[in-house]
């Protein structure tokens, strides 16, 4: 297959020189594995001031994006290349991203990110120009430009030959999804704070049944609603089952966010 393409819509393309001009996404682009290319919004506008927003209709605060600079940068970017993109608007009101998206954008051969802005886009871009919708996550930002560079990191990782197989095989584990264990390097002690015995141990079995046991302990104390869809063994869920109560009754009393 060919590479994936990125094209990006806004009216601050100055904002994507940098971000995505390192580590991962850095190699990728130098490798050709992803195609990105970022277009100003205002190439389209006609007028001497080359204007973007308008009042909005019924009164109100604020400005809203006007639809017709959207129209014709989607007819002129989708004529940069013969594959039909999928248009996602990145916006506040889209399906949140996690990771079963970013796989579903990753299938896809073309994307072009349109970013909104906190004044908000006429309707009808997002009615008859975007395909789907998309927030990564339940914040306010100024505007869709950081979420784009998000969806392009995620996405690029996904991509056939950016990741290295142990490095991918290790992130296909997140959908399956536990946190990390603890992780340490030298020096063994530092400023008198010892790194766990066993890892010094060299017993690689007993290691990794410790690391397993972090993991899911982690999980369940931090993140309950990964653990609800991790597949864990009888026997695990009986250990953290003994774990956690065994826990409760130290911490009796202490607040429930103590570590
Ligand atoms: C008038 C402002 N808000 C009313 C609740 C709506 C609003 C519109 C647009 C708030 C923020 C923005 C700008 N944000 C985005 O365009 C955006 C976003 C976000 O704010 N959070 C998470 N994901 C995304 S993707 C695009």
New binding site residues.
Partial sequence: MSSPRFDIITIFPGMFAGPLDYSIVRRARDAGLIELHVHDLRDWTHDRHRTVDDYPFGGGA?MVMKAPPWFEALEAVRAMDSRPPHVVL???Q?RTLEQALVRELAARERLVLC??????VDERVRERLADAE???????????ET?AMVVVDAVTRLVPGVLGSAASAADDSFGGGLLEYPQYTRPAVYRGWSVPEILLSGHHQRIAGWRRQQQLLRTALRRPDLLARASLSVAERGWLEAALRERALETEGEPDDAH
């Fill in positions: 604020g990145l916006s506040p889209g970013c909104g802005h906190y004044e908000g998309l927030s990564i996550g339940d914040y306010v930002l100024s505007g869709g979420a």
